[in-house]
């Protein structure tokens, strides 16, 4: 039963972490590419340097995870992020904040409703 259980456990891991996908956030031209992304918890997001020289400075983020500030330039091409918790991220350049370059992400439980039926094909005895 112990071995079932961690087989089970196993593949349900093994298929989460399969399902994980990296956005890519172009900076350049004085704007983030795309500037709003919503997307699943464990999921990474990752800023790629194209053109000029920024940042990306969080702003209001979920309570309770890491906060960043980070160049993004010839020198320093990407800066890649993992969010650990749920909602709404909001970040800036901060050399164009005036300008308006500005992004957000917002991250969702991705996890739907399953179902687990389990049964035997004989008589069971718990001890």
Not at 102 to 112: E, H, L, S
């Amino acid at each position: 039963m112990k071995k079932t259980l961690l087989f089970f456990t196993t593949i349900f891991i093994l298929i989460f972490t399969a399902k994980a996908t990296i956005h890519i956030i172009s900076v350049q031209n004085d704007i983030f590419s795309p500037s709003s992304l919503t997307f699943n918890l464990g999921d990474t997001i990752k800023w790629v340097w194209s053109a000029g020289s920024h940042t990306t400075t969080s702003l209001t983020i979920p309570s309770g995870v890491a906060s960043w500030d980070k160049s993004i330039n010839s020198s320093s091409t990407s800066f890649t992020y993992v969010p650990t918790v749920t909602g709404t991220y909001n970040y800036q350049c901060n050399f164009h904040f005036s300008m308006g370059m500005v992004g957000n992400f917002t991250v969702n439980n991705g996890c739907a409703a399953v179902t687990v039926s389990i049964s035997t094909a004989s008589n069971t005895t718990f001890c």
